[in-house]
């Protein structure tokens, strides 16, 4: 079956411009997940959805970030006035669910990457 | 935070050798999973294993996790050039976040 979708591939903006990040995920995957990845580092865990449960945001850098998910399906991971600092690539992952015991392996899209000039 | 520290940062190897990557981390755990990036794109899930296991074994891979010492070493027998890829530690703590490494960067020669 189709894997996880992310849109667009790639992204170049003008610093100060809003931008939309865009995740579709595996059907019937209830958790999605959005990571940061910076050149050369790990992931940075940025948000989560699990169901109709609110989101964890805790991850999210600044109130510039904001995410949402509709339907309990796609999510659009929305920054505003972009910094170049918010330059990386921007990986969406799901997951069948997630439990405190359960060690359900995420499925990552091929992420969106973001450069603010 | 960073929880999850791979050892060596980098590792280059001929094709047919051995590759053996560590991964340290700080807290308890619940499993520890190790993931594949090839060209800095999406990461592919590799192997999991649990906190009340010492060792798993998938194909041509090996993981242990030593929870006394918090570490875990990924072993890649007979490796190709095709396996050449950074590869990801990931921890999970009791809930559904996974913390992720800065990863070790393989490179195989032909």
């Known amino acids: 079956g189709a894997g996880v979708s992310q849109s667009p591939s790639n992204k170049v903006t003008e610093k100060g411009k809003d931008v939309e990040l865009r995740c579709d995920p595996i059907?019937?995957?209830?958790?999605l997940y959005w990571y940061r990845q910076s050149l050369g580092q790990g992931l940075e865990f940025l948000i989560y959805?699990?169901?109709?449960?609110?989101?964890?945001k805790s991850g999210l850098p600044s109130d510039r970030f904001s995410a949402e998910r509709t339907g309990g399906s796609v999510s659009t991971l929305t920054i505003q006035r972009t910094q170049q600092e918010d330059s990386a690539v921007y990986l969406c992952?799901?997951?069948?669910?997630?439990?405190?015991?359960?060690?359900?392996?995420?499925?990552f899209g091929p992420g969106t990457r973001l450069t603010v000039t | 935070s960073q929880q999850g520290e791979e050892d060596p940062q980098a590792l280059s190897i001929q094709e047919g050798e051995n590759a053996t990557m560590n991964c340290s981390y700080k807290?308890?755990?619940?499993?520890l999973q190790w993931y594949r990036q090839n060209s800095g794109r999406g990461l592919v899930h590799l192997i999991l294993?649990?906190?009340?296991?010492r060792e798993k074994h998938s194909g041509r891979l090996r993981v242990t996790l030593d929870t006394s010492k918090k570490s875990s070493s990924l072993l890649i027998t007979a490796s190709r050039a095709a396996d050449t890829a950074s590869y990801f530690c990931?921890?999970?703590?009791?809930?559904?976040?996974?913390?992720f490494g800065k990863g070790t960067k393989l490179s195989v020669i032909p």
């Open positions: 959805f699990q169901g109709n449960s609110a989101p964890d």
């Open positions: 992952a799901s997951s069948l669910k997630s439990g405190l015991a359960g060690g359900y392996e995420q499925y």
């Open positions: 807290t308890s755990i619940n499993n």
């Open positions: 990931a921890t999970r703590a009791g809930s559904y976040q996974l913390t």
């Open positions: 294993i649990r906190s009340n296991e």
């Open positions: 059907s019937g995957h209830t958790a």
